[in-house]
Structures are given as C-alpha cells and as structure tokens.
C-alpha cells in the first residue's frame, strides 16, 4: 500500500522555467538525477528505521523513479520491493534462485513464510484487535491458530524517514537544477 507523501521545492519551479528555456536536454536528466538522489537519501533513512524482527523488511525498502505521463516531471516511490512470482533458474546450478526478501520463520515449531511487501503497511501503521467469527481466518489449513489477535501498535519507518530527510532531499534536486543551469552557461 504506497503512502502518498509530497514536498514542494522552493524556487523550483522558475528554475525549472529558465532551464526549459535554455535547453531541453539538461532539463530532464537533471530532473531525473535530482529525484534519483532524494529517493536514495530516503531510502537510506528508512532501511535504518525498518525495525529488525527478521531483517527482511529493512532488506526489502527500494526505490524507484518514474515519468509522469503527462511528461511534466518525475515521481520517486520509496517503499518494500516484491519478488517475483516466477523465479529465474540459475544457469549455474540449473535450480530456481531463492526468493531475496520472503522469509521463513519459525513459529511454534512450523515455518510461516514472511512476505515484507504484505505486512509493511500493518508494521507502519498499526492494526487494531480482531476477533473472528470463523476460525479458519486464522488458519493454515492444517493448525487453527486461535479466535482473536491483539492489536499491534504502529512502528513507523517510513514516514519518519521522509520527514528526516524532506531538507536534504529538496537540496539534492535543487543542487542537481543549479548544477544544470552553470551547465547550460557554457
């Protein structure tokens, strides 16, 4: 479940004008760069706050940048990866690679596949108490693991990053503009 977080970047926007009158083609790349590095400061903040039960959730955090379809700008996401369904086969060995961020975990005595891109949202937002009216809710198939589940406080790691780093970030695009316009001089 992504969270919408936005920041608005002070003398952007007339710098992004000058730059579109200067040349297209710094434009662009400097746009691309600048958002490319605010997601990797943001992503470095949040692996750090993931909290480590198995690890995986903090290994899981990736980022991505990506146009607009209007073509008016670019839009970092910073949040838990998902594996693939299908598995590509090791030409080494001949068998499928393992999955990089699901874990196996040992819950009374049986293994639980733990899949970071699905519990993210309940690890940073919490979840309230649940009691269910049918059992097998909370079952496997084989073991019924009981009628009701606590409510789990929220442990936030992604929020607080963007906070942290919301300065830093906006200097990083605004550094990466500037670096375009002396560019542009030339």
């Known amino acids: 479940m992504p969270i919408k977080l936005s920041a608005t970047v002070i003398g952007a926007r007339e710098l992004a004008n000058k730059l579109r009158e200067l040349e297209g083609k710094l434009f662009r790349p400097a746009a691309r760069k600048g958002v490319d590095d ?38 970092g996401v910073v949040g838990p990866r998902r594996d693939r369904k299908v598995r590509p086969i090791d030409p080494k060995t001949g068998q499928m690679r393992p999955a990089k961020y699901r874990r196996t ?16 949202h309940l690890v940073e937002f919490g ?32 929020r607080p990053a ?18 375009a316009v002396t560019q542009a001089r030339r």
């Open 38 to 75: 605010a997601t990797k400061l943001v992503q470095t903040e949040a692996r750090a706050r993931a909290p480590q039960r198995t690890g995986s959730l903090g290994k899981s955090i990736g980022r991505k940048v990506a146009a607009l379809k209007s073509g008016k700008g670019y839009v």
């Open 105 to 120: 975990v040992k819950y009374q005595g049986q293994a639980i596949l733990v899949n970071p891109a699905k519990i993210a």
């Open 127 to 158: 979840r309230a108490a649940v009691k269910v009216k049918k059992k097998r809710v909370l079952s496997d198939g084989r073991t019924v693991f009981g009628a009701s589940v606590r409510a789990a406080e929220a442990k936030p790691f992604i």
């Open 162 to 179: 963007w906070a942290a780093t919301k300065g830093t970030a906006t200097d990083a695009i605004r550094g990466r503009f500037a670096a």
